[in-house]
């Protein structure tokens, strides 16, 4: 893939994340029901929402770290080890700032 064709992809996946979290935000503004029960299940469902919206938070800013590595011209470079980083592993995670050795030594 050419640098446009990443920076696309990059993009399309960041706002398909933004429209997530303002889903989820309108979701979490929700007012609390005024029954137990269905105010311990809303209370369960916003907090697997607020999980959600971390992880959505934690994506936009690693694609943000990739299209500024791409813009740098280091994208498809790990960022730990400086060897390239696999086209398998870049098509599954296009935003990883990690090769595949690298990202395993951190588990």
């Known amino acids: 893939m ?3 064709s990443i920076q696309t ?3 399309s996946m960041k706002d398909d994340l933004v429209r997530r979290l303002e889903a989820i935000d309108a979701d979490l503004c929700v007012a609390l029901e005024k ?3 269905e105010r311990a ?3 369960e469902n916003d907090e697997v929402l607020r999980e959600m ?3 959505g938070r934690n994506q936009i800013a690693a694609i943000d770290a990739a299209i500024g590595r791409l813009n740098d011209g280091k994208y498809g470079q790990c960022t730990k080890c400086h060897q390239p980083i696999g086209k398998e592993r870049l ?3 296009p935003y990883t ?3 595949i050795d690298c990202a395993q030594s951190f588990r």
């Open 97 to 99: 700032p990690f090769c």
């Open 91 to 93: 098509t599954a995670v």
């Open 53 to 55: 919206q971390a992880e």
């Open 9 to 11: 992809a990059l993009q």
């Open 35 to 37: 029954d137990s029960e």
């Open 41 to 43: 299940t809303q209370v």
């Open 2 to 4: 050419n640098k446009g």
